[in-house]
């Protein structure tokens, strides 16, 4: 069974920073395109970032400059430094995997997801 397991969300003022980890159990993730997706209060759940198997990295423009994605395959584990945090970044996050080439954009394309976590930002 695949598993998904976020960590690292929390309250934190404007300006700060935050690891968010993924832990990937069930099988192994290195071959599968993995990503980042954020659900702000009454709002849609939207993209973040995403890193191909070969690490190639893409952002959401909203993020660019300032959230970095990073996978360690040999411990199955996804991450996402998020630093200058604003409070628009107040979401959940969710990681999600996908096992198909085509888009990282789109949340339909992805085939596993995690729980998610809180990130709340105060200004």
């Known amino acids: 069974q695949v598993q998904l397991v976020e960590s690292g969300g929390g309250l934190v003022q404007a300006g700060g920073s935050l690891r968010l980890s993924c832990a990937a159990s069930?099988?192994?993730?290195?071959?599968?395109?993995m990503g980042w997706f954020r659900q702000p209060p009454g709002k849609e759940r939207v993209f973040v970032a995403a890193?191909?198997?070969?690490?190639?990295?893409y952002y959401a423009d909203s993020v660019k400059g300032r959230f970095t994605i990073s996978r360690d395959n040999a411990k199955n584990t996804l991450y996402l430094q998020m630093n200058s945090l604003k409070p628009e970044d107040t979401a959940v996050y969710y990681c999600?995997?996908?096992?198909?080439?085509?888009?990282?954009?789109?949340?339909?394309?992805?085939?596993?997801w995690g729980q998610g976590t809180q990130v709340t930002v105060s200004s």
């Open positions: 999600a995997v996908k096992r198909l080439p085509g888009t990282y954009y789109r949340s339909g394309a992805y085939d596993y």
């Open positions: 069930g099988r192994t993730f290195e071959s599968y395109g």
């Open positions: 890193i191909t198997s070969a690490g190639s990295t």
